[in-house]
Structures are given as C-alpha cells and as structure tokens.
C-alpha cells in the first residue's frame, strides 16, 4: 500500500506540512479563517536537532500496536489504514504509550488523532506531501525497509 | 474442521478470536461468557458513569463483528470444569463441549478480604464489570456518601466516574499513597493532591476496622459515614479452572512464551494468565488490556496451527484523573534520573546500559518512545539520552535507525 515515507535530507524544518495537514482536516476552505490566529492541531509533526529535520506521521504499521491497544476499540485497520473513530476515544492516552513513533496527540476537544492520509477529508492524497517544497516527504509504495 | 473453544468474552478473548482467524477461516469457534453482554471495553465502565462514553460506544467492537468472525457465544454460561483427557468442559448449563484447542480467556475477580460487619452493609459493590457499574448506577444519588475502600487504579477511576453525581467521597487504603503499585512517594503525592483538590478525600495508611450499616470504624479510630461502600482491594486472576484440571499455576494460570498451559492444547491469556515480563525477566500477572489482546492473539494463533510467539508484554499504564495525565512502564529497577521540566514530573530508571521504566506525570507528548526503548532495551549509547529525558523524539536516535523508520514499511 502507499504510505508516507520521509527523507530527512531534504527537510528544510519549515514547519508547511503541520499547517496544510491542519487546514486540510478542518474541513473548511479558506486557508486563513481554519489556521489564523489559532491553535492548530496538526496529525504531522516536524522533529529535529542540530539543523536535522523530520516529520513523523503514523507509519501505518503492518501490526499496528495501537489497534490493540486501545482501551475503547476505538482504532482499527482497514486496508491497510490506521484509523481512529473519535466518538469512541476518551483520550486516556493508552495508544501514546505505545505508539514507538510518537504518532499520536490529541486534537482540539481531546479526543486523539492521527494521520489517516487524507483518505477521510476532501483531499484524497495527503495534504502534507502535495505542498512540501522540497519533496521531503512523498506518498508512495514501498515494500521493504530502504 | 476444527473445533476451538474461549473461557470468557473480554479483550483477551476477541484477541484469540482474530488470532485464529488469521490462520484458519474455516474452524468453529465457541465463546463460553459468563456475563450476558457482548464484548466491551472494561476499562470504560468509569468512563460511563462520567458521562464520557454510553453503552453503545462503550462496545468493543461493532454489532457485525461475531457475523463478520463466525463465532458463536454462549452468553450467561459459565465453564465449571475442563477435562483435559476427553478434551471437554463442562457448562453450567449442563453441556459438555468438546475442544481441539482451548483458551482460557477468563480474566480476574475482586478480592475481598474477611472484613468485620461487612454483611450488615446493604449497599456494597465492586468495580469490575459493566454489571457492577450499572447497579452502582442505581444505588448513589446525588447526596451520597461514597466510600471506596482501595486507591489504586480501579478505586481512584471509580471515584473519578462518580465524583459529578454523587455528595461526597472518601478513598481508604492500607497503603501510604495512592496507586502504591504503580508510584513513587512523590509522584502520588502530586496525584492525590491533585484529586483533592477536587474534594475527594483521602485516609491512607488506614484500614476499617468494623463496618456498620451506614459507617465505618477506621483503625485510626476515625468514623466514615457512608451510604454506598465500593470495594476495590484488588484482584486475583481466575486459576481454578486450568488448577482443577492438574494445570500449573501460580498467581495465574503459567504459560510459556507460546501461550501454551503446561495442559495439552489448552492455552490461557489476559488477566488469568502470568506469562513473561520482559522488563524483569520473570513470569508476572500483567493485568492490562493491551497485553490481553496481544497474549489472545498470539493463543488464537497457535491453537490455529500456527507460529507465534509474545515474549515483550511490560508492564505499563496511561491513566488520567480529571485532566491530570500519568503514564508508567517496566519496572523501576537501576538507577532513577530525575528530569523534571516545568509541571512535568519525569523520573527515568536505568541499568546495565538500559531503560528499565519510567514514570511520567505531563511530559507524555510522544511518550511510546519510552516505552519501546523499555520493551526493545535499546542500548541506552546509541541514542541522545539527555535529549530523551527532556523530550521524546526520534531526532534521539541515529539517522539509520530513522531511515528504518520514517523510510521504510514497519
Ligand atoms: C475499572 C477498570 C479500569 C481499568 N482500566 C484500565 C486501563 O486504563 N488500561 C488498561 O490497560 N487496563 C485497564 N483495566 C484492566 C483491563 O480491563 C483488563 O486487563 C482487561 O479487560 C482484561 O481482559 P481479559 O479478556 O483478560 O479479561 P476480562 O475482560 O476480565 O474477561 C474475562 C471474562 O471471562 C468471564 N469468565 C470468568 N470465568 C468464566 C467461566 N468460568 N466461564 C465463562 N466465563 C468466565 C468473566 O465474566 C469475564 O467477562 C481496567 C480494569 C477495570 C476493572
Ligand atoms: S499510530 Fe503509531 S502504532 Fe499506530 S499504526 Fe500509526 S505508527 Fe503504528
Ligand atoms: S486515547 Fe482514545 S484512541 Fe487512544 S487508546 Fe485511549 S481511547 Fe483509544
């Protein structure tokens, strides 16, 4: 399946995925109105140190510990993606503790929240690899570790 | 075709479940539940009575699930006896069922230790089942006087369910803090002050001495009037059936790393069983959801003919208590880093070169980190651990190892 895959060479640490990947998932449409202003809460992350960077996102993995994990059944795999049902979740943070990534933060209200590649909202591809700069990130199918 | 057969319909049950569906489509399987309810999440009954989930979000997985697995459940019967030789058990509603591989699924019950006068309550429950948190339900009002005996998890997350509809709540324990299992002195000095500030109170390091109907006599000597008493001491797996049957126990039900009992094709998960902690390197009771799904999955795996094997169960707990987030792992052995930052309290335990634990109140953004380096014991210098301590991140670990991660399919 494809999957978000990261090269870190090319990051440039701009931080562009957070926000296209938090307008993307608010469902609205004008870019300033849903990021303006505002607290986002972003289902990638940008890491790094000494002039290094990385973003994380969920890796989708093939056994996915957070699935079997939560406590409220609400996280499920359905072909091949990762996906979090946020009227189940009551944000006990169970799926944090074990994700080895740090793919997972909760969202605005504090039910939990994750990357679910744009599959759910209106974009279709994700967000955050269309509007990367410098291809840092890419959206595409890999089968083994590189 | 092959013929399975599950003790019990908990988590570890749905994880034997889809382990041997994902090696055999075909056999019959058979769940034996003692409560009449379908599936659901355990650790939510709390979350219930907040308001914070209702009973059919609370369902562990959705109503097409049983249709979906081929499986039947015999709901509101209990397994009183296995026979190992014929390879049966034995219903209470009379039926012997025959087995090629069995799990016992069975989980654990409430301990209750003899305790003066406790048969003149007329208001007592325990905190274990759906069941429990519904009659619960019905007993309080909005005046009453809760006392729940036991602050460890399920004590401390039963208060925090009913601390919006009820008067009043006192939590007792023999020990001297709270979550006395799971915390250090000060880490559960900082939790319990912060329960109450939400005006639960607390008498630690004290036990009932006498019950009466509407109080308790403390061995401080103090009196607790109260209408409802929740009894949360403890818990203790559910042995006998696998005991009775000549199989090996200890606090749980032993098995080896492939779920397997010392019986013949009969295996055991979740709360009953006592399999392999990898962070101490002995057998312990690791009475946690994640860890029943896993240890169940793997069973259903090997009583399907297959391979599997769950040698990496830890301890660990993610809890929060009215917006307070805590979350534990491993086992706190070796030295203790203390890394405080702001109003996060971090403590790190570290030996031979590993990350034996850890205990966090805040500070748990990314915290899975943590708790694979305790499962995986990562040689603590091949990563930045200073940079860990004040923050989980994956800058800590060498480029190779992110490539692995970030660059290819886990
Ligand atoms: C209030 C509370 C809060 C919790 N919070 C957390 C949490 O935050 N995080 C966490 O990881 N864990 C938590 N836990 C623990 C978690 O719920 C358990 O580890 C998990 O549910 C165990 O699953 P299991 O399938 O092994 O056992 P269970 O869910 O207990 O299922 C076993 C089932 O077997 C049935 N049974 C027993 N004997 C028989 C018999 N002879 N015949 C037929 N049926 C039988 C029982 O009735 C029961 O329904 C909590 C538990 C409680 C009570
Ligand atoms: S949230 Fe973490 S554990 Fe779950 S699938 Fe994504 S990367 Fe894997
Ligand atoms: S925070 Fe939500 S999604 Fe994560 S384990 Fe808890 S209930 Fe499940």
New binding site residues.
């Given amino acids: 399946m494809k999957r978000i895959y990261v090269n870190e060479a090319w990051c440039l640490g701009c931080h562009l995925c957070e926000y296209n990947c938090a307008f993307a998932n608010s469902g609205l449409r004008d870019m300033a109105s849903a990021l303006k202003g505002r607290q986002i809460y972003p289902r990638i992350h940008v890491e790094g140190k000494d002039g290094v960077f990385f973003a994380v ?5 093939d056994d ?4 079997k994990s939560c406590i409220a059944g609400a ?1 499920s ?1 359905t072909d091949g993606v ?1 996906q979090i049902n946020r009227e189940k979740c009551v944000g006990c943070l169970t ?1 944090v503790l ?7 933060a909760p969202g605005e209200n504090g039910a939990m929240q ?2 679910e590649l744009c599959l759910q909202n209106s974009c279709g591809a994700p967000a955050c690899v269309t509007g990367c700069p410098n291809g840092a990130i890419v959206y595409e199918e890999r089968e083994a570790a590189v | 075709m092959k013929r399975y057969v599950i003790i019990g319909n908990g988590v570890a049950a749905v994880g034997c479940i889809e382990g041997i569906r994902s090696a055999d489509g075909a056999g019959e399987i058979t769940v034996i539940s003692a409560e009449p309810h379908p599936v659901y999440c355990r650790p939510l009954i709390s979350y219930y009575l907040e308001g914070k989930t209702d009973l059919q979000r609370m369902q562990y997985r959705d109503g097409s699930f049983l249709a979906n697995v081929g499986c039947t459940v015999r709901y509101g019967v209990r397994a009183q006896a296995i026979d190992p030789q014929a390879k049966t058990v034995a219903l209470s509603d009379g039926a012997q069922l025959p087995y090629d591989a069995l799990c016992v699924a069975a989980g654990s019950s409430p301990f209750l230790p003899p305790m003066q006068g406790l048969e003149t309550v007329p208001r007592k429950f325990t905190f274990q089942t759906l069941d429990d948190a519904l009659a619960l339900e019905q007993a309080i009002t909005p005046e009453s006087r809760v006392l729940i005996v036991g602050a460890g998890l399920i004590g401390l997350k039963c208060a925090e369910g009913l601390h919006a509809r009820v008067g009043r709540i006192t939590v007792c324990d023999l020990a001297d803090r709270v979550l006395s299992s799971i915390l250090d002195a000060a880490a559960a000095a900082r939790v319990q002050k912060h329960l109450e500030a939400q005006g639960i109170r607390f008498l630690l390091g004290d036990s009932v001495a006498q019950f009466s109907a509407d109080f308790a006599e403390m061995k401080s000597g103090e009196t607790v009037p109260f209408d409802v008493l929740v009894l949360a001491v403890g818990v203790r797996p559910n042995t006998s059936l696998v005991k009775e049957a000549g199989g090996e126990t200890d606090r749980g039900i032993l098995i080896d790393e492939r779920m397997a009992t010392t019986l013949p094709d009969v295996y055991a998960a979740g709360d009953c069983a006592q399999g392999y902690d990898r962070s101490c390197g002995a057998r312990r009771v690791l009475a946690l959801l994640p860890n029943a799904y896993l240890q169940g999955h793997a069973a259903g795996v090997n009583m399907a003919g297959g391979c599997a094997s769950f040698d990496r169960g830890i301890p660990m707990n993610s809890i929060g208590f009215f917006g307070l987030h805590l979350m534990t792992a491993g086992s706190y052995d070796g030295e203790v880093i203390a890394a405080d930052s702001g109003e996060a309290y971090k403590r790190f335990f570290v030996k031979d070169d590993r990350l034996t634990g850890f205990i966090l109140i805040g500070g748990t953004d990314r915290a ?1 980190i943590y708790t694979a380096m305790v499962r995986e014991q990562t040689p603590l210098h091949t990563v930045d651990f200073s940079l860990l301590t004040s923050a989980a991140t994956s800058a800590a670990f060498s480029p190779a190892v992110r490539t692995e991660r970030f660059g290819g399919a ?1």
């Fill in positions: 996102s969920c890796r989708h993995c996915p510990l957070c699935v996280i795999k990762v799926c074990v994700c080895p990534y740090g793919a997972l994750k990357c | 899975g886990v």
